[in-house]
């Protein structure tokens, strides 16, 4: 690493690449990548994929605190406070994802009495002074009907299936196919998410296909 940024350093010296905040004008072209690579840090706290930890509550924090000065310096900005408000309401079930032995725990299987609450009004808060229909504010809303469901069986399946229709319109991906997949099973049932699945392409190496699929087949009793 250390050898990496050395490069880097001496690319940008030999470049004649200024290392200073850029203008005001310049700030909104940039916001795409800022925005990208806090969430990066937030999944990697959220989802750990090292350090032997399923959640990272420090990498969380930290990327929670720099979308807030993001949003105090750009007020305006609906991505910026959406992106805010999508963490937030991720964060709020932080400590009902993990059980005492470290495994994981399921959506539908957390006790909800343990979500925060206060996240979840800050998140409110915040996702109503954004506008929009941004990738990250569709996010958000969708992070937000689950948020404000009492019981698994009271989540608005079809609210959250017209939310990843727009999705699926701003950010095509075969993610975010597959996501909404999962809620049209929700939804319509299992028989009908499996085959949104089995038409997914460019996912075969990627594991929560595969996970997904598999709960649909057992929850259709296809075991």
Request: glycine share 8%; aromatic share 4%; net charge negative.
């Amino acid at each position: 690493m250390g050898q990496r940024l050395v490069r880097a350093k001496r690319k940008l010296r030999d470049a004649g690449v200024p290392c200073r905040v850029p203008p005001e004008h310049l700030v909104p072209e940039r916001l795409d990548a800022v925005l990208a690579v806090l969430y990066l840090v937030f999944n990697e706290g959220y989802v750990g994929t090292s350090a032997g930890r399923l959640v990272r509550g420090d990498l969380c924090e930290e990327a929670i605190r720099l979308a807030k000065l993001l949003a105090v310096l750009m007020p305006d900005e609906p991505e910026a406070l959406s992106l805010l408000a999508l963490m937030l309401f991720h964060d709020s079930r932080r400590f009902a994802r993990i059980a005492p032995d470290g495994s994981l725990i399921l959506l539908e299987d957390q006790d909800r009495g343990l979500w925060n609450r206060d996240r979840i009004a800050e998140g409110d808060r915040i996702l109503g002074r954004a506008h929009g229909a941004g990738t990250y504010r569709i996010q958000a809303e969708i992070a937000a009907v689950h948020a404000h469901a009492e019981r698994p069986d009271e989540t608005d399946w079809p609210r959250i299936v017209e939310l990843y229709d727009l999705l699926v319109a701003v950010s095509p991906s075969p993610v975010v196919e597959l996501n909404r997949a999962a809620a049209v099973a929700m939804a319509a049932g299992p028989t009908e998410g499996l085959s949104l699945i089995d038409r997914i392409e460019g996912l075969d190496d990627y594991y929560l296909l595969h996970a997904a699929r598999a709960d649909l087949l057992r929850r259709g009793g296809r075991n």
